[in-house]
């Protein structure tokens, strides 16, 4: 059974950071690329950053290209996205799941609440 659960959320002054970590289950986390995505009131669920299984490939959205950084310790079934440079339209629930360019998303674990204000 999918199993995601997403921890490090809270709020910051913009300019401060920030760092989410995704734990999954093995099965999971095993040969897939992760990503971690946002929602924001009134919007759609958009992908934010990717990382493929050896962690060699990596995506970023243009609206945190140079700020985020997302990281992966496989030993440990854990993803990592390291925000610096917060801003207010980085305010959202931040969620974790497999790649979904790459295959069909997961059950969506609760996800951690970000909040960044100016």
């Known amino acids: 059974q999918a199993q995601l659960v997403e921890s490090g959320g809270g709020w910051v002054q913009a300019g401060g950071a920030l760092r989410l970590s995704c734990a999954a289950s093995r099965r999971t986390f095993s040969s897939n690329a992760m990503g971690w995505y946002r929602q924001a009131p009134g919007k759609a669920r958009e992908l934010v950053a990717a990382i493929s299984w050896s962690g060699g490939n990596t995506y970023y959205a243009d609206s945190v290209k140079g700020r985020f950084t997302i990281s992966r310790d496989n030993a440990k079934n854990t993803v990592y996205l390291q925000m610096n440079s917060l801003k207010p339209e980085d305010t959202a629930i931040y969620y974790c799941?497999?790649?979904?360019?790459?295959?069909?998303?997961?059950?969506w674990g609760q996800g951690t609440q970000v909040t960044v204000s100016s």
């Open positions: 799941n497999v790649d979904r360019r790459v295959v069909t998303p997961l059950i």
